[in-house]
């Protein structure tokens, strides 16, 4: 992918570093709203192509902020999860890179939902569900040996979890146009927690693609959590060795050439060994044999 190198050569700067977090904080606004005010986020904030189209433009953007769970249980859970697979991604990408993941997801849903209005007339409302999901998707592909507890007992690794997403993903997009709503196989899938809409086979299949393209992008260049925690153990040491580098270091009050621009340092001929001194103690120190 040479033309997204290129790309962030020219606009890496204007990256959002952090971004996870910032996008946490609007999650947490969402859930808000869906507590205070349920129908407020379908009726005003959701993606809704006719309703872009009449002028209520801040769909485009208000639509990010629906949360990945309305439970009071679990949003706290969730949100910590999604921040932490957010800061891995930027991690192993680099702040444009995902940046562009995310941003592309949405402005992808944007499109789609637009353009199937334009040439259908079919309205379908979208919300953010897959576009997390895609996140996690990616997470098990870049680190498919990291473990989480299932029902917060069970050990399972991040693969396996991977590819029951993949599962939901591929039932989805098929079920959305195959089965006919209301069939008794709409509703057994219902109960597994699959809405077999159009829209949703739509928006998973946008999200799908969407991480296709950024895992060939990425996958010759991934690293795993443990290298990655060395890597940054190591990054810190070297900043602080670099902090910590001087030529002149008192070896009676240990002040460098950093503590003052006025204070000297010399060596005594009569200790044994390279021992400085400045000029405070050059002559009043005890002689070292």
């Known amino acids: 992918m040479r033309w997204i190198d290129k790309i962030e050569r020219k606009y890496g700067k204007y990256a959002i570093p952090n971004l996870m977090y910032y996008i946490i904080i609007l999650y947490a606004l969402g859930f808000v709203v869906e507590v205070a005010s349920p129908d407020l986020y379908d009726q005003y904030l959701a993606l809704d192509a006719q309703a872009i189209l009449h002028g209520q433009i801040w769909r485009i953007f208000t639509f990010i902020i629906q949360p990945p769970t309305g439970s009071f249980i679990f949003i706290f859970f969730s949100l910590y999860l999604y921040y932490m697979i957010g800061k891995m991604l930027e991690y192993q990408w680099g702040a444009f890179k995902f940046n562009l993941y995310f941003f592309s997801g949405l402005f992808l849903h944007v499109l789609v939902s637009i353009g199937i209005y334009l040439v259908t007339g079919l309205n379908f409302s979208y919300g953010t569900m897959y576009l997390n999901m895609s996140l996690f998707f990616a997470f098990a592909a870049l680190f498919p040996d990291v473990q989480f507890l299932l029902f917060f007992i069970i050990p399972i690794k991040c693969k396996w979890l991977g590819y029951a997403n993949g599962l939901y993903f591929a039932i989805t997009i098929i079920a ?57 153990t190591y990054e810190k040491k070297v900043r602080m060795a670099a902090d910590r580098s001087t030529h002149h270091r008192c070896a009676i009050c240990g002040r460098t050439e950093k503590d003052g621009e006025d204070l000297e340092f010399r060596f005594c001929s009569k200790c044994a060994g390279n021992y400085e001194y400045c000029q405070d103690h050059l002559f009043s120190h005890e002689h070292r044999k």
Do not use: D, H
Not at 197 to 204: C, G, K, L, M, R
């Open 176 to 232: 959305g146009f195959v089965v006919q709503m209301g069939s008794p196989s709409w509703y057994a899938l219902l109960n597994f927690g699959i809405l077999a809409v159009p829209s949703n086979s739509v928006a998973a299949l946008v999200s799908f693609l969407n991480f296709i393209i950024f895992y060939l992008m990425t996958k010759r260049n991934t690293f795993s959590p443990k290298e990655m925690k060395r890597r940054k």
